[in-house]
């Protein structure tokens, strides 16, 4: 039988650890249809659990690897043949189901895309579930009245990769975006894929009153803790929040004054379980209006024995944009 490498994440004195194995189809969790990869990704999730840093992991061994991309080999599913390019990122991948991070992964049908026409498969893991994340925040925002028109639009954490695909898309779509991070020197970067002005953390740090100048019409954070609260206290009358991350801490301390006084909106964003027909409609989304303009800026390819580093990298703020894993044959 054919075998092919994958991280595996193992149970090593109570804790997750990943490393490289050789494994065999039937050694895969079951499932409908069977891809032969061709590129994962690395998300905030995956450098916990690869490194052990949080216990999200919910069966061991596990393949690890939230998103995967690739060519279906063999369908139980009437919906897919032998032959389509497709996507599977989210759902229990990589928690109690074997991910992406494989030669081969094995899933239910149920968790399937099509790749959409405009999408290449390494496109699909530049963006993945950190761009479909952006791209669900962009869509729900929209539905909430968020419009180019009615002011600035922040991105939060922006040197990250939801926040860097948001920044992306939402300046293809002709918003003014202001890009706030810690990084002094990634102002560039962050013009370079469309912001229009780069401020510190700084920006947000002063805003304490319950309520402070109104500045921005919609707001996308990936770092949640006082950062978004400070957000709260100054949006615009009617403003739109998408929160999608705690990077900086699972905790929010405001009052009521700005969603009762300015009728601000505070949206979660979450992307793991989205109906299939939402999600697929996002997906087109992402292979046309959408369509992140400087993915090659945004986007870097890494082995999978390059893994440990890539995690260490992300888990010390140290990372940019996006992390794509090439799992296909070499």
Known sequence: MEKFRAYRIFEENGKGKGRLVEMTLDELDPGEVVIRSAYSSVNF?????????????????????????????????????????????SYDLAMSHDGGYAGMMRVPAAWVVPLPQGLTLFEAMAIGTAGYTAALAVHLLEHNGMAPANGKVLVNGATGGCAS???????????????????????????????????????????????????????????????????????????????????????VHTTVLPFILRGVRLIGIDSAYTPM????GVWQRLAADLKPRHLEDIAQTIMLEELPAAFEKLLGQQGRGRIVVFTGER
Request: glycine share 14%.
């Open 277 to 280: 027909e939402v999600r697929r």
């Open 45 to 89: 999730k995956d450098a916990l659990t690869g490194t052990g840093a949080a216990r999200i992991v919910r069966r061991y061994p596990c393949v690890g690897g939230i998103d995967g991309s690739g060519t279906v080999v063999a369908s139980g599913d009437p919906r897919f043949k032998a032959g389509d390019e497709v996507i599977c990122t």
């Open 165 to 251: 695909l948001a920044i992306d898309m939402l300046a293809r779509l002709g918003y003014r975006v202001t890009a706030i991070t810690g990084k002094a020197g990634e102002h560039g970067y962050l013009k370079r894929i469309g912001a229009s002005e780069v401020l510190g953390r700084e920006a947000l740090a002063a805003a304490t009153r319950p309520l402070e100048k109104s500045m921005w019409a919609a707001a996308f954070d990936s770092v949640g803790g006082e950062q978004l609260a400070a957000l709260t206290r100054t949006m615009q009358p009617h403003g739109v929040i998408a929160s999608f991350g705690n990077a900086g801490g699972i905790e």
